[in-house]
């Protein structure tokens, strides 16, 4: 009976392995372009590439308007954050710099393939100010098939010594 028990587990874990080894992240689909309105202002997020990819430089390049008239807000001082939503941590804050001409490109590596928000916190000279808050999806790298079965297979393995030493020790006991 407990041969039978040890067989039903240890199939019931192949799959969960397999999609573990599988569905480690998926596909995301940028967008050109992105509108965010920040009180007075309109804010306009643009990434190179649309779908940034873990550990590739993305250009993002903002454009800060007026959201009535849609001109260049010009002197404005602004601080940016990076914030990696799944493991609420901050991987960057920049501190305060001027963006003299209502437009800046910024590069960064994201390090892991999950939902990012990059959140502006904007100044200019003579208008109110604003928060323009922006959520990337950054597209996980998979890794080569060869080295996904290297991992099913030790982790198969893992799960097959674990049931063995489970049936040894339970023969021991009884």
Known sequence: ?????????LMALIPVAYA?????????????LRVVKAGQLQVELSL?????????P??????????????LVKDSRVSMKIHHIEHDIDPLTAGVFQVP???FDF????WDGAEHSVALDIKPNGMDGGRAEFTVDVTPRQPPRGQQMAIL???????VVGVGIGYGVGRLTA
């Not at 009976?1 to 587990?9: G, H, Q, T, V």
């Not at 190179?48 to 590739?56: A, D, K, L, M």
């Open 20 to 32: 573990h080894v599988h569905v480690e992240g998926g596909q995301s689909q940028g967008e050109a």
């Open 1 to 9: 009976m407990r041969k039978l028990i040890s067989a039903l587990i």
């Open 58 to 71: 993305a250009r993002l390049s903002f454009r800060i308007e007026d959201a009535k008239t849609g001109e």
């Open 101 to 103: 001409d209502g437009t």
């Open 153 to 159: 297979a030790f982790l198969m393995a893992t799960v």
């Open 107 to 110: 590069t960064y590596h994201f």
């Open 48 to 56: 190179e590439p649309q779908e940034p990819i873990v550990g590739e």
